[in-house]
């Protein structure tokens, strides 16, 4: 009876082991589509990275561009302007001092010649 009870014990190990691989091939093979499904989203996003790169990349003129308006507002940093010529502005013109500023540097500092532009 023992040898029947280790037969029986064997072909059920057998039947179970062979229900295990038959389970095991759809697993892998799921699995196997989401890892190249994985691999599409993982492609596409570093394409989309690389693109927003290029995207932020500036052109020569873009580069000359800034480097005008860099150089032109040092050039108005160093324009002296009068502090009662800024207040005057703002009272009279009722704009901000940022402006007034502004305005007054592009003008040299000319507080008749700011007016004159400001008024027409």
Do not use: C, F
């Amino acid at each position: 009876k023992m040898a029947d009870v280790e037969e029986n014990d064997l072909e059920v190990d057998e039947a179970e082991a062979g229900e295990a691989s038959a389970d095991a091939a759809p697993k892998d093979k799921k699995h196997n589509t989401g890892a190249a499904d994985l691999e599409r989203v993982s492609d596409y996003r570093e394409e989309r990275i690389v693109k927003a790169k290029k995207t932020y990349e500036l052109t020569p003129k873009q580069k000359e561009a800034n480097e005008r308006k860099a150089q032109r507002a040092k050039e108005l940093a160093a324009v002296v302007v009068n502090s009662a010529d800024i207040d005057l502005i703002v009272k009279e013109l009722e704009m901000a001092a940022e402006a007034a500023e502004h305005a007054l540097r592009e003008n040299g500092g000319n507080l008749v010649e700011t007016l004159k532009r400001l008024t027409n």
